[in-house]
């Protein structure tokens, strides 16, 4: 298969008439001042493709569905729970194809699925314990973006001055009971060719100091995520209870280090907490849920400049977009700051891009021998028309991208999915 662009991002710069030579699904051969002759034409700018490094697939049938009455997080998290109690396996295949699909249309190609929706009611394993993640297995495959399946041990329900609470209600879904339960469960699953898996702390709200052990041992994999601090009433149950910060728990315990972990949120982290986020840890960013939630700006800048990497999620998925993500990364940090510029568009595109952190290292670059994964961003819609190319960051949407290849495969054409209507997908699964 052969590709041309007028435009492309190499990791050189944007380059000018560029045709990639993809075989097997990576890129055999790229040229520079290369002839279209027959090869497919992109339109606009070609970037590496997205990754969406933490996102809850479910949460997307909440969209525009909690405002009308205010609250906080945890008024929301009420709602979502509703929801939780309602899904099945079957279920849970249709939205999540649907979910998928639409972050195919906005340009990722690779998902990292923060899973704790493991059980049936009331806790009880489902025939095969994995069923639900075999769901979300099939629904990346239908929708054609690489998953990777971050399964989260979750343990008690909550966290206050007395210690860890037991689970109730449709947390019993979520839940192993025993971290040597969850230890064996995540133990039987497989990855594929589209699928890689990885562990996470859902937070030391709900897994205690005492499990950590267990949970860093079991598989082996350097890939683990957490939930971390977040709201404050996190940080205060913790302080609390084991006399310190969430960050600084899980430092003393050795889980934060330089083997790859990835802190999601990281949104209310003191001068010292900071520090300890530096060489080797990834913050992950979700900046449109911050928003949409009231849980505050998080210190993207600190802890970058600490020496921490960034990367980005559309976690409750209130919006999918990795634009809107990055732009969300430079203009909290100007509202913050009061100085524009923050992050270059060089360093937006990085944290847009991180796929190594969600376990899919070759992926992310536009370069022989990488994963052939191309998004095509028009430069004539109303939002685009008219920009510097090397600052399209800053002004496209989701909806100016044409086409979407995910290893070498080609999934959104002129706009469309590959399994067609999509709205109608997500509305007949929510509905």
């Given amino acids: 298969m052969r590709y041309f662009a007028e435009l492309a991002q190499l990791p050189s710069g944007i380059a000018r008439d560029v045709a990639f030579e993809i075989a097997d699904g990576r890129f055999t051969g790229i040229e520079v001042g290369a002839e279209a002759g027959a090869a497919s034409r992109l339109p606009g700018l070609v970037l590496p493709g997205f990754a969406n490094c933490h996102s809850h697939a479910f949460h997307r049938g909440l969209r525009g569905q909690t405002h009308a009455d205010g609250g906080t997080f945890w008024t929301w998290r009420e709602r979502m729970y509703e929801l939780a109690a309602r899904l099945d396996p079957d279920s849970y295949l249709e939205l999540a194809r649907a979910v998928y699909a639409e972050m195919a249309l906005a340009g990722i190609t690779s998902v990292g699925e923060f899973h704790y929706l493991h059980h049936a009611r009331h806790g009880v394993p489902y025939d095969d314990p994995n069923e639900m993640a075999e769901a979300l297995r099939q629904a990346a495959a239908d929708a054609g973006v690489r998953l990777t399946l971050l399964d989260a041990c979750y343990l008690h329900g909550g966290l206050d001055v007395t210690g860890h609470l037991p689970v109730a209600g449709v947390q019993e879904r979520f839940s192993d009971k025993t971290v040597e339960a969850w230890a064996m469960r995540v133990e039987s699953l497989r990855e594929s060719p589209g699928m890689r898996v990885g562990k996470a702390i859902h937070s030391v709200r709900a897994v205690p100091s005492s499990a950590f052990r267990a949970f860093d041992e079991a598989r082996g994999d350097r890939l683990v995520h957490f939930h971390l601090s977040e709201q404050p009433a996190e940080n205060e149950a913790c302080e609390e209870f084991y006399g310190c910060s969430p960050t600084q728990l899980l430092d003393e315990h050795g889980l934060i280090d ?10 209310h982290l003191s001068t010292t907490d900071r520090s ?3 060489a080797g840890v990834t913050v992950c960013m979700c900046p449109t849920t911050e928003r949409d939630l009231a849980d505050g700006i998080g210190p993207a800048r600190a802890v970058s400049a600490a020496g921490a990497g960034l990367s980005l999620g559309t976690d409750q998925n209130a919006i999918i977009d990795m634009f809107s993500e990055a732009r969300a990364l430079e203009m909290d940090e100007r509202l913050a700051s009061l100085q524009r510029g923050q992050f270059s568009p060089d ?10 952190t969600i376990g899919w290292p070759d992926a992310g670059r536009l370069e022989v021998g990488a994963r052939a994964d ?3 961003v028009r430069l004539d819609t109303v939002r685009t028309a008219g920009c510097d190319a090397s600052q399209v960051i800053m002004a496209a949407t ?5 086409t979407v290849v995910v290893n070498g495969m080609t999934t ?13 997908l997500l509305l007949r699964s929510i509905r």
Avoid: F, K, P, Q
């Fill in 276 to 278: 300890l986020l530096s």
């Fill in 374 to 376: 191309l998004v095509a």
């Fill in 412 to 424: 959104v054409s002129e706009g469309h999915h590959r399994l067609g209507d999509v709205g109608g």
């Fill in 347 to 356: 360093e937006l595109l990085a944290a847009m891009t991180a796929h190594d």
């Fill in 258 to 267: 330089a083997r790859g972990r990835t802190a999601v949120h990281a949104t």
């Fill in 398 to 402: 989701s909806a100016d991208i044409d």
